[in-house]
Structures are given as structure tokens and as C-alpha cells.
């Protein structure tokens, strides 16, 4: 199984931007499909932003799309998520995930915090308005 650690949250003013690190031990990071997910207070976990074995192919939350870039460096172990033109609606604990699987069919199946097996304790990162 792979351990996970999240690091680069903090506070950041509406249009900003920040770079979060997913830091991975294991020897299946650099075959699992790995992704990103957040949850505001009182509102349920939601997908962010997901990328395959090979960082080959990303998926996007419509509503992180074109503002977020999720990559990885698997000689590192590690997940990024580069953030900018942050919004206040953008506030939540980040989660790094990893999967059991490389790669899934379709782009739905990434959205699907079930198919992750390895999370991280999360990061807190804050817009102001």
C-alpha cells in the first residue's frame, strides 16, 4: 500500500495561486492511478483532479478546469497540484488519493473516491475574498 503526505496548503488571496505536494512511500506509486479531492466544511468530498500511471492522460472537475494542473514525477514519488486564479469557493481540506488500479476506461471512474485506496491526512488551503 502506499503512504501519503500532502504539503503546500495555506492562505492565499482570490487570484492567487499555490502548489500542492503529495510526497508517496511504497513501491505501487508509480503504478497507480493517483488523484486529487477536497471537502469544504459541511459539504461532502468532491473530486478535483485525477492522472493516470504514466501521467499520460488528466481528468478535471469542471470546475477546477483550466485553472488546476495536476502532474507527477514518479522518479520523485510525488503528485502535484498547481492552483491558480484561486476563488474563496476554492477553500477546503485538499486529499491525495492513490488507486489500485494504473489506469480506468472511462473518465468517471476517476471521479469515484471509492476506487482510491491510500489517502493522505489532508491539506488546508484558504482564499480570501
Known amino acids: 500500500q502506499v503512504q501519503l503526505v500532502e504539503s503546500g496548503g495555506g492562505l492565499v488571496q482570490a487570484g492567487g495561486s499555490l502548489r500542492l505536494s503529495c510526497a508517496a512511500s511504497?513501491?505501487?506509486?508509480?503504478?497507480?492511478?493517483v488523484g486529487w479531492f477536497r471537502q469544504a466544511p459541511g459539504k461532502e468530498r468532491e473530486f478535483v483532479a485525477a492522472?493516470?500511471?504514466?501521467?499520460?492522460?488528466?481528468y478535471y472537475a469542471d470546475s477546477v478546469k483550466g485553472r488546476f494542473t495536476i502532474s507527477r514525477d514518479n522518479a520523485k514519488n510525488t503528485l502535484y497540484l498547481e492552483m491558480n486564479s484561486l476563488k474563496p469557493e476554492d477553500t477546503a481540506v485538499y486529499y491525495c488519493a492513490a488507486s489500485a488500479a494504473s489506469s480506468y476506461s472511462g473518465t468517471y471512474q476517476y471521479t469515484q473516491s471509492f476506487r482510491y485506496t491510500s489517502w493522505g491526512p489532508g491539506a488546508q488551503v484558504t482564499v480570501s475574498s
Open positions: 511504497g513501491r505501487t506509486f508509480s503504478t497507480s492511478a
Open positions: 492522472i493516470n500511471w504514466s501521467g499520460s492522460s488528466t
